[in-house]
């Protein structure tokens, strides 16, 4: 929705237009609108602002709007009265059940109503996501707050001189004027050894920049800058021994009403279509209770075979069949680029998202959909996030069927083994072999099961040690391998990859399989979730029948992911760059060399993410 901007200088003053310049910085989080104030805190206890020209002021507050709910100028940020201030990015879908005359079009007003109102358990009520800074001088206290499952960021830096957060650490970083960023090791680790970035705890890529934890508020007292984290009970209603009467209808029941909420809109909405179960869920939803669907555009990536460039027809197949079924306009974005757009982009993306991440996943694409969307004007994206974690997707039948064997759970080894067999034909043997060493304890070494470890700098493999203790692979059922995706591995991952491809584009992205009602779907019993033929089956059990029967029952799909091979990327320029970067030489030990980067993917990928963030911002460690 929205970006911005706060500063609060303990012993100086506001640096003006360093500040105005900061907040630029993050002009595509907010395109419609762009405001800021300089403010001070009078002898009588109120907020007073500060021409900006006069450059004596020890707070500043910056927002970007982009404008959804309410188009009014009276949604406008940031919002200051005397005694309070709101910078808020996100959505509170739910904010007419708690609106009064004066607030009933807009959630930014509704939501500032009640916090001046001292009700810090609204942020249990929304339905929604956020992440906000609230100031408020009776309590003399600033309130930084994030959304349940971390869907919008909120970082932050303090020292003794000053306290800054922001949507964007490049506001911050900009702001402090720093001639170079320390990495946190702790951090950079699991990116190299799990390939996915950290987001679920308070920690980030860079060592003295920290972020308000997903589900969690930060109360920061204005006098003594003391802070204190409170955890907010979101899913406390939630019974892990729930049962359903009619699961389909309840199903049916509370995902129409998510996706009804995620409809709250002023302005146009982007739906993806894949073909797979969960977008065809939402869009059978969609046409089956959705009395106004003129403001919907419908989008299908084209992907394209790495190694060939050829096209991968089964999702375009299934895509197609919906849309004629439907009767529906299917908007099509080829996700390939030439040889030296891959290279002029990545390196753009890197620099935007400001860490390292695996780009070989989600992220092109969604800044290709993301940008043609821009362009259409529509800017809201209902997409599929949370519909695997939720509904039991991934077929990791074997990964549990493994950890079982470890805990000397034969049948159970057996039981997941046989359904990941009934999914995937290849490498039975090999892997009925590792079912049997794990079931014998001998474990297999790190280097070989991470391939790039050794070249590691001795001095860093200690820290990443730390990182292969994988709890995800040693649990032994699907709800709990589902609940650390959710909250701690994958949807942490890719809401922040989301959230940042698709508003570097000024678009917002919806997730109506996060919605706080669906959590209970977790706790499904197994029956519910798969058998030998199918995962996710309440959700396919729960469509429509205006879904194909062959989409609903459908058993493969080709996923959303970049149509570029990466050997493009290892020309004698990059592999170069990556070998004379400093922060590399001090990471990897001296036996990296060009062959270890040919022949690794994920190595490449990582340093050169490093050495083109280096280059930018001199990294050290």
Not at 41 to 64: A, C, M, P, R, T
Not at 97 to 115: G, H, M, P, V
Not at 400 to 427: E, G
Not at 519 to 547: A, G, Q, V, W
């Amino acid at each position: 929705m929205c970006g911005h901007l706060f500063i609060f200088e303990k012993q100086r003053f506001i640096n003006a237009e360093r500040a105005s310049e900061s907040l630029k910085i993050q002009s595509n989080r907010g395109p419609d609108f762009s405001d800021e104030k300089f403010l001070n805190i009078s002898n009588d206890n109120n907020f007073k602002e500060v021409e900006k020209q006069h450059l004596q002021s020890k707070i500043y507050i910056g927002h970007n709007r982009l404008s959804i709910i309410d188009l009014s100028q009276e949604s406008n940020q940031p919002i200051l009265t005397k005694k309070f201030f709101l910078l808020y990015n996100g959505e509170f879908y739910n904010f007419k059940n708690f609106a009064n005359n004066q607030t009933s079009n807009s959630d930014t007003l509704t939501l500032f109503k009640e916090l001046k109102n001292n009700n810090l358990d609204i942020f249990k009520s929304i339905n929604g996501m956020w992440s906000l800074v609230f100031a408020d001088l009776n309590n003399k206290q600033v309130i930084f707050s994030r959304d349940r499952y971390g869907k919008k960021p909120l970082y932050y830096y303090e020292d003794k001189n000053i306290f800054i957060s922001s949507t964007d650490t490049r506001s911050i970083f900009n702001y402090l004027n720093f001639k170079s960023r320390t990495i946190d090791l702790e951090n950079l680790s699991k990116i190299f050894l799990l390939k996915l970035n950290s987001y679920n705890s308070t920690s980030t890529f860079y060592k003295n920049i920290k972020q308000v934890k997903p589900g969690y508020s930060i109360k920061l007292d204005i006098n003594t800058f003391e802070k204190k984290i409170i955890k907010h009970k979101y899913f406390h209603n939630f019974s892990k021994k729930i049962t359903f009467k009619d699961p389909i209808n309840s199903f049916r029941h509370d995902f129409n009403n998510a996706l009804t909420a995620r409809m709250t809109s002023d302005r146009n909405i982007g739906f993806l279509v894949s073909g797979g179960v969960d977008s065809s869920m939402i869009i059978s939803n969609l046409f089956k209770n959705s009395k106004n669907i003129e403001n919907s555009y419908f989008y299908f990536a084209r992907t394209f075979d790495k190694r060939t460039n050829k096209e991968n027809h089964e999702d375009r197949y299934f895509a197609k069949l919906l849309s004629k079924k439907l009767k529906f306009k299917l908007n099509e974005i080829d996700m390939i680029l030439s040889d030296t757009e891959i290279e002029t982009t990545l390196k753009d993306m890197i620099i935007y998202f400001d860490q390292p991440f695996n780009f070989e996943l989600t992220s092109v694409p969604l800044s290709l959909i993301s940008n043609r969307m821009k362009e259409d004007n529509v800017p809201v994206l209902i997409d599929g996030a949370g519909g695997d974690e939720v509904m039991g997707g991934y077929p990791v039948y074997l990964s549990l069927a493994f950890a079982n064997a470890r805990s000397k759970n034969i049948f159970k080894a057996l039981k997941y083994f046989f359904y990941d067999c009934s999914f995937k034909k290849s490498f039975l043997l090999k892997n009925f072999l590792i079912l049997l060493r794990d079931f014998t304890k001998k474990q297999i070494k790190i280097e070989q099961k991470f391939k790039h470890y050794k070249f590691l700098n001795n001095s860093i493999k200690s820290l990443v040690l730390n990182s292969a203790k994988f709890p995800r692979d040693n649990y032994t059922n699907m709800t709990k391998r589902q609940l650390y995706d959710l909250f701690r591995h994958q949807i942490p991952f890719y809401l922040q990859i989301n959230d940042s491809f698709c508003m570097k584009n000024s678009v917002e992205n919806r997730s109506p399989f996060l919605d706080q009602n669906l959590l209970k779907y977790i706790y499904l019993e197994d029956n519910l979730k798969f058998n030998n033929k199918y995962n996710k089956l309440l959700l396919r059990r729960s469509m429509y029948e205006n879904i194909p029967h062959e989409i609903v029952y459908r058993r493969s799909k080709q996923g959303l992911s970049n149509s570029f091979d990466i050997k493009l990327l290892k020309n004698e320029r990059n592999i170069d760059m990556i070998l004379s970067s400093k922060i590399n030489r001090e990471l990897m030990s001296s036996n990296l060399d060009k062959k270890a980067l040919l022949e690794n993917d994920v190595l490449f990928k990582f340093l050169f993410s490093m050495s083109i963030l280096s280059e930018k911002y001199n990294l050290t460690i």
